[in-house]
């Protein structure tokens, strides 16, 4: 078989070095816009070794000539284009996956389910962190209790060293965070699918030292489709994004005063969008390439044979010193990475679109993982 990543950014990069270190491929392709971007991977890879496209994602064209050469397609690249990729993928009976983001391009892409069926491809969307891997710690939950009271996942991407005011570095795209922080999160309560404000419901968490307490709270896209999938199975689920203690109350101030609005603003002698300026200062002042971490906490109370059980998943994750990879790349590509050598290897051979708590078996993921020092711990309290 042969694999294209769409995109070679951060996560693409990721994506990329653990498919040359891991997988069987015959060839690993990259489409990108940037004549440079091979040169970005600062990874022990043989760049020789890389089919380069070097056209823009824009040209759904090109892209469709380029996927009719590959079994299977990663889009590394912002959602706004998941959508119009799944259906070229489709068209080209390419398998596709991509890292998600949003709620409304992920619910266009189920829309492909026939079609998808029909050319016997396989589209899997959300496939990176969170969701993605929490999607499966969630698909472990169900496939292993009788009854599930409720499952609160918690993760968030952080400095090592954090620098005040807002305790953070940019580890992807600011405007997907901005995005994050601005839409609806979706909660499952008790059978019906609620919508929330983002930074919201703000609670406490703890963490093994360095990090010690930190805050969470609601934000848009962690959850994807698990509490529709699960609206049957388990009574109440959230997600929260965990940052440093006092993040939410600063960032949220911004907001609040209309920095995230796509709205023009006219000062007289010139024409602004207020989420731009945001964007621009945040990358201006926010670092961007300092050694991070990835904390994720997934607690559930369930029952089994009659018996209460409390489960905790955790995992702290961090920078990769040797391979210069940061930890958000590490946690968010390689889960990728895995799933597409799953659909390589027939461990995932159901045609259709799925969430990954739909079709990725969780103990050989898991296993995966392990394999590439990303270790889930699973506590019966």
């Given at each position: ?6 995109g ?25 816009n ?78 492909l ?13 959300d496939c ?29 991407g ?26 609806k ?6 059978g ?21 307490e930190?805050e ?7 959850c ?8 049957n199975n ?51 002042k ?89 270790k ?6």
């Amino acid at each position: 078989m042969n694999i294209v990543i769409i995109g070679l950014g951060m996560m693409g990069q990721a994506i990329a070095y653990d498919l040359y270190k891991y997988s069987n491929f015959e060839s690993i392709g990259v489409i990108d816009n940037n004549k440079s971007a091979l040169e970005l991977i600062k990874k022990p890879i043989e760049k020789e070794k890389i089919i380069f496209h070097n056209f823009s994602v824009e040209k759904i064209n090109n892209v469709k000539e380029c996927l009719r050469n590959y079994n299977i397609a990663i889009s590394a690249v912002p959602y706004k284009y998941n959508y119009e990729l799944a259906k070229t993928a489709i068209e080209t009976k390419t398998h596709f996956l991509d890292l998600g983001g949003n709620n409304d391009i992920v619910k266009k892409e189920r829309d492909l389910f026939e079609e998808a069926v029909k050319k016997e491809v396989t589209v899997i969307y959300d496939c990176g962190l969170a969701p993605g891997l929490s999607s499966v710690i969630v698909k472990d939950i169900v496939e292993s209790m009788n009854y599930i009271n409720y499952v609160k996942i918690r993760v968030g991407g952080l400095p090592i060293n954090p620098k005040p005011p807002l305790n953070y570095q940019i580890v992807f795209s600011v405007n997907g965070l901005i995005n994050e922080y601005t839409e609806k999160a979706i909660v499952l309560d008790n059978g019906k699918i609620i919508k929330k404000e983002s930074m919201t419901e703000l609670e406490k968490i703890s963490f093994p030292r360095p990090f010690g307490e930190m805050e969470a709270f609601l934000t848009s896209g962690g959850c994807s489709t698990l509490p529709y999938t699960y609206k049957n199975n388990i009574d109440y689920l959230d997600y929260k994004t965990i940052r440093y203690p006092g993040h939410c109350e600063i960032f949220k101030a911004l907001l609040d005063i209309g920095m995230a609005s796509e709205k023009s603003v006219d000062l007289g002698n010139r024409i602004i969008v207020p989420r731009d300026l945001l964007i621009t200062y945040l990358k201006q002042k926010l670092p961007s390439n300092e050694k991070d971490a990835v904390l994720l906490k997934v607690i559930s109370r369930c029952k089994k044979n009659g018996k209460k059980i409390d489960l905790e998943y955790n995992m702290i994750d961090y920078y990769d010193d040797k391979n210069n990879i940061t930890s958000m790349m590490r946690t968010t590509g390689y889960p990728t990475s895995i799933i597409a050598q799953m659909i390589e290897n027939g461990k995932i051979n159901k045609n259709g679109v799925f969430g990954c708590e739909e079709i990725v078996p969780c103990s050989p993921f898991f296993k995966e993982l392990e394999k590439r020092d990303i270790k889930i711990k699973k506590d019966i309290l």
